[in-house]
């Protein structure tokens, strides 16, 4: 079997740019998905800043409905213990509005 050099050398130098090729692929991709997780974390920053301005726009209205509820309470209640029994379910209410806060 006869060793052939420059066929030899040939073939390894398909196979080296071949390697070369495969690699700036490869790099593109990583490049490519380094750019997308930034754009995503991002995305992430601005969901969770948009969740919490909601969070808080619900509890303002939630204490706004309970306001409401006191006050009308408070104004059609002649009753004592009735009155009691309310204001204790709008102190639930209001620890639940809580419990929301601490999420």
């Known amino acids: 079997m006869q060793f052939n050099f420059p066929e030899v ?3 390894l130098a398909a196979l080296v740019s071949n390697i070369e090729n495969n690699v700036r692929k ?3 991709q990583l490049e490519n998905s380094k750019k997308e997780i930034e754009i ?3 995305e992430i920053v601005n969901l969770r800043a ?7 726009r619900l509890l303002n209205r ?6 409401f ?9 002649s009753d004592s213990l009735s009155s009691g029994k ?3 379910e709008l102190i639930r209410e209001i620890d ?8």
């Not at 948009?50 to 808080?56: G, I, N, W, Y």
């Not at 939630?62 to 306001?67: A, L, N, P, Y």
């Open 26 to 28: 490869l790099v593109g």
């Open 86 to 88: 309310k204001l204790n």
């Open 40 to 42: 995503l974390r991002e």
């Open 96 to 103: 639940k509005c809580i419990l929301l806060l601490d999420e």
């Open 9 to 11: 050398m040939k073939e």
């Open 50 to 56: 948009e969740t919490d301005d909601l969070k808080q």
């Open 69 to 77: 509820r006191l006050a009308e309470t408070v104004e059609s209640s």
């Open 62 to 67: 939630e204490m706004q409905d309970f306001t």
